[in-house]
């Protein structure tokens, strides 16, 4: 085969995949092959211009829009130059002015999440460390069983602490029969306690997920040198291991404290009084209240306000770590 | 010389402690030694994290309303009871078809789209694709509630004619799941490396070509690891589909799950359904290992590195 004959095919292809409806790029005609690439990641593009950037851009416009006075439901307001404020003064009443009652559920929100979350790296990193660097041959078995959970559906496992924790349940049973208390406990009657417990026992398998990967990755000649140098197992641990494992518990962190942040239905399933509430019930519920919904809308911006350097920093971490990989 | 430092390295390890007594005279315990403490408590969480599923898997076979005791085994609550099993009762019914459904949509769509973007975005380097990747990441952490709400109200104030239901969950959680092939092909782009598509077009392929002969193919393992995360995690979805179905028709399990629980409806035909989605599940993920381990059965990837990836890790 010439060679020009193949540089002459090559060219053909190229164009031949070109998009009929045109991506009109304004400078100067890219070179074809550039052009294949740009068609391909083109649905995608548009798929989440449409339905991720356009959404949010809508959340603003009812945010700063208007509420139907008659029937309650929003009214966007697309342009900015008329966007009002009445939305906004509603939630800032709620916040701090003469209707407040946000301010105990965000902080109760914040302790149930520090807690729930404290507690899962606490139980998730020694399980993960241990099987990443001591399970040996059994290591297929210990993953299986770790991994399990994370294939258990979320309301599968509430279920399953519901059964467990209601008055004649077996957590009853268990505690009277040892005689830690001398009648049932009504475990799902508005306890803060059982709340954090139904988040861990719902995140934690996230959690322990990342902590394998990373703590996997970690060389064991590393740990090993440590060793040799003439550390014991502690200060090994402190000063190799842990370092090494900073990266995988930050991330580990974040993608469970930013789903529990947002978390309206553990509570709902495990007290499901107002004792409980957190900051996702109170969107939850604006979101279906005819007039309420402006409100909601800036209480899911000021929310999204909030995370959006955690999410940045993971976002960037991410990156980092896979261009680290190539 | 093998044996000589394989020697070395085992007298070396039994002398540590004798060496590290001499060194700070003060005998110190083999640093090798097996972690029981470590491993009591690994057993410990595994037994909580999987002994309350199992009880709950147990009694959805009670032959009773009870779900704390044991009245014998029974099918009672998945097609016996003509009234109340999920194969009698409508709602319970639908909720199982819904699951299903919404699964296979999401997954036909939601993975070629992710596939094609990573491809696309990953070759096309310039301002307008690394600010998409960086969207589509964004898509991958940002809170479901609040995507949940964005979809929300796009559907009911601005796509007007996609109404709530199906339509409507189908297009949240593909947008939701896109980010998984997307990030998974990405990264085994990154892995393989642009030498074979340089072989391929210096013996002449065409670019079509070399996508579908060269790239499709190495990349089989990443899409179909892909899709099984996209299928199971539509099973375990349970914000967007809450906030966006509109009548039992479209209710999926897990949102079934929740509001009859939540309104003081449980019972053990709700435990049937939270088994019949985790049976779904293990059967994908099953599955998944196994069709995953066949397409890399060329590849070095040994079985904990073929669980990890199915699991998404």
Same mark, same amino acid.
Request: no cysteine.
């Given at each position: 085969?010439?060679?020009?004959?193949?540089?002459?095919?090559?060219?053909?292809?190229?164009?031949?995949?070109?998009?009929?409806?045109?991506?009109?790029?304004?400078?100067?005609?890219?070179?074809?092959?550039?052009?294949?690439?740009?068609?391909?990641?083109?649905?995608?593009?548009?798929?989440?211009?449409?339905?991720?950037? /356009?959404?949010?851009?809508?959340?603003?416009?009812?945010?700063? +829009?208007?509420?139907?006075?008659?029937?309650?439901?929003?009214?966007?307001?697309?342009?900015?130059?008329?966007?009002?404020?009445?939305?906004?003064?509603?939630?800032?009443?709620?916040?701090? @002015?003469?209707?407040?009652?946000?301010?105990?559920?965000?902080?109760?929100?914040?302790?149930?999440?520090?807690?729930?979350?404290?507690?899962?790296?606490?139980?998730?990193?020694?399980?993960?460390?241990?099987?990443?660097?001591?399970?040996?041959?059994?290591?297929?078995?210990?993953?299986?069983?770790?991994?399990?959970?994370?294939?258990?559906?979320?309301?599968?496992?509430?279920?399953?602490?519901?059964?467990?924790?209601?008055?004649?349940?077996?957590?009853?049973?268990?505690?009277?029969?040892?005689?830690?208390?001398?009648?049932?406990?009504?475990?799902?009657? +508005?306890? @803060?306690?059982? /709340?954090?417990?139904?988040?861990?026992? %719902?995140?934690?398998?996230?959690?322990?997920?990342?902590?394998?990967?990373?703590?996997?990755?970690?060389?064991?000649?590393?740990?090993?040198?440590?060793?040799?140098? +003439?550390?014991?197992?502690?200060?090994?641990?402190?000063?190799?291991?842990?370092?090494?494992?900073?990266?995988?518990?930050?991330? %580990?962190?974040?993608?469970?404290?930013?789903?529990? !942040?947002?978390?309206?239905?553990?509570?709902? !399933?495990?007290?499901?009084?107002?004792?409980?509430?957190?900051?996702?019930?109170?969107?939850?519920?604006?979101?279906?209240?005819? @007039?309420?919904?402006?409100?909601?809308?800036?209480?899911?911006?000021?929310?999204?306000?909030?995370?959006?350097?955690?999410?940045?920093?993971?976002?960037?971490?991410?990156?980092?770590?896979?261009?680290?990989?190539? | 010389?093998?044996?000589?430092?394989?020697?070395?390295?085992?007298?070396?390890?039994?002398?540590?402690?004798?060496?590290?007594?001499?060194?700070?005279?003060?005998?110190?315990?083999?640093?090798?030694?097996?972690?029981?403490?470590?491993?009591?408590?690994?057993?410990?969480?595994?037994?909580?994290?999987?002994?309350?599923?199992?009880?709950?898997?147990?009694?959805?076979?009670?032959?009773?309303?009870?779900?704390?005791?044991?009245?014998?085994?029974?099918?009672?609550?998945?097609?016996?009871?003509?009234?109340?099993?999920?194969?009698?009762?409508?709602?319970?019914?639908?909720? &199982?078809?819904?699951?299903?459904?919404?699964?296979?949509?999401?997954?036909?769509?939601? &993975?070629?789209?992710?596939?094609?973007?990573?491809?696309?975005?990953?070759?096309?380097?310039?301002?307008?694709?690394?600010?998409?990747?960086?969207?589509?990441?964004?898509?991958?952490?940002?809170?479901?509630?609040?995507?949940?709400?964005?979809?929300?109200?796009?559907?009911?104030?601005?796509?007007?004619?996609?109404?709530?239901?199906?339509?409507?969950?189908?297009?949240?959680?593909?947008?939701?799941?896109?980010?998984?092939?997307?990030?998974?092909?990405?990264?085994?782009?990154?892995?393989?490396?642009?030498?074979?598509?340089?072989?391929?077009?210096?013996?002449?392929?065409?670019?079509?070509?070399?996508?579908?002969?060269?790239?499709?193919?190495?990349?089989?393992?990443?899409?179909?690891?892909?899709?099984?995360?996209?299928?199971?995690?539509?099973?375990?979805?349970?914000?967007?589909?809450?906030?966006?179905?509109?009548? &039992?028709?479209?209710?999926?399990?897990?949102?079934?799950?929740?509001?009859?629980?939540?309104?003081?409806?449980?019972?053990?035909?709700?435990?049937?359904?939270?088994?019949?989605?985790?049976?779904?599940?293990?059967?994908?993920?099953?599955?998944?290992?196994?069709?995953?381990?066949?397409?890399?059965?060329?590849?070095?990837?040994?079985?904990?590195?073929?669980?990890?990836?199915?699991?998404?890790?």
């Amino acid at each position: 085969v010439e060679p020009g004959l193949v540089a002459g095919e090559k060219r053909l292809g190229g164009q031949g995949v070109q998009p009929s409806g045109g991506i009109k790029l304004r400078r100067q005609a890219p070179e074809p092959h550039r052009l294949f690439w740009v068609a391909l990641a083109a649905p995608g593009i548009i798929w989440l211009a449409l339905l991720f950037i /356009v959404p949010f851009y809508t959340i603003l416009a009812i945010a700063a +829009g208007r509420v139907n006075q008659v029937f309650g439901y929003p009214v966007a307001v697309w342009n900015p130059l008329q966007w009002s404020t009445t939305n906004f003064t509603a939630a800032w009443r709620d916040v701090v @002015g003469s209707s407040a009652f946000i301010g105990p559920i965000i902080v109760r929100t914040l302790v149930y999440v520090v807690a729930a979350s404290l507690l899962s790296l606490v139980i998730a990193y020694p399980a993960a460390y241990f099987v990443a660097r001591f399970a040996g041959r059994r290591k297929g078995l210990f993953l299986v069983l770790l991994i399990a959970p994370f294939w258990i559906s979320y309301m599968m496992r509430m279920l399953a602490w519901i059964d467990l924790l209601q008055t004649d349940g077996y957590v009853n049973k268990a505690l009277t029969s040892l005689h830690l208390i001398s009648q049932p406990v009504n475990w799902l009657g +508005g306890l @803060g306690p059982t /709340v954090v417990l139904g988040l861990v026992y %719902g995140y934690i398998p996230y959690l322990i997920l990342v902590l394998y990967a990373g703590l996997d990755r970690i060389d064991p000649a590393l740990i090993e040198a440590g060793r040799d140098l +003439g550390l014991g197992r502690v200060r090994t641990f402190v000063r190799v291991t842990l370092p090494l494992s900073r990266q995988p518990i930050l991330t %580990g962190m974040l993608i469970t404290v930013l789903p529990m !942040l947002g978390d309206y239905f553990t509570n709902q !399933l495990m007290s499901g009084t107002t004792g409980t509430t957190m900051l996702g019930n109170v969107i939850d519920d604006q979101l279906t209240t005819p @007039g309420l919904q402006g409100e909601g809308a800036v209480f899911s911006l000021l929310f999204l306000l909030a995370l959006i350097v955690p999410m940045i920093y993971y976002v960037v971490a991410t990156n980092k770590s896979s261009r680290a990989a190539a | 010389v093998t044996t000589t430092a394989a020697t070395a390295k085992s007298t070396g390890r039994a002398d540590t402690g004798a060496r590290a007594g001499l060194s700070k005279l003060r005998p110190r315990p083999n640093p090798w030694r097996r972690p029981w403490l470590l491993e009591g408590f690994t057993w410990l969480y595994l037994i909580w994290s999987i002994v309350p599923i199992a009880l709950a898997v147990l009694f959805s076979f009670n032959n009773g309303k009870s779900q704390s005791v044991w009245q014998g085994f029974s099918w009672r609550w998945y097609f016996a009871d003509p009234v109340n099993s999920v194969l009698h009762d409508p709602s319970l019914h639908a909720a &199982v078809v819904q699951t299903f459904r919404l699964s296979v949509y999401t997954t036909l769509i939601a &993975v070629p789209l992710g596939v094609a973007f990573a491809l696309g975005i990953n070759r096309w380097r310039g301002y307008t694709a690394s600010t998409f990747n960086f969207v589509m990441i964004l898509s991958f952490v940002i809170p479901e509630l609040i995507f949940g709400v964005a979809m929300f109200f796009v559907f009911t104030v601005l796509f007007t004619s996609v109404h709530l239901g199906t339509l409507a969950e189908t297009l949240a959680l593909v947008t939701w799941n896109v980010s998984w092939p997307a990030i998974i092909v990405q990264a085994r782009l990154v892995t393989l490396g642009r030498q074979y598509e340089e072989a391929a077009a210096d013996l002449g392929a065409t670019q079509l070509q070399t996508m579908r002969r060269v790239m499709l193919p190495l990349l089989t393992p990443a899409i179909f690891a892909s899709a099984v995360l996209v299928f199971s995690s539509v099973i375990d979805d349970f914000v967007l589909v809450d906030l966006l179905n509109s009548n &039992v028709s479209n209710t999926p399990m897990s949102v079934y799950i929740y509001s009859q629980q939540h309104g003081g409806n449980g019972g053990p035909a709700l435990n049937a359904l939270g088994t019949i989605m985790l049976v779904m599940s293990f059967v994908v993920a099953t599955a998944g290992y196994l069709g995953y381990r066949w397409m890399t059965r060329g590849e070095r990837i040994d079985r904990q590195q073929a669980l990890a990836t199915i699991a998404g890790a």
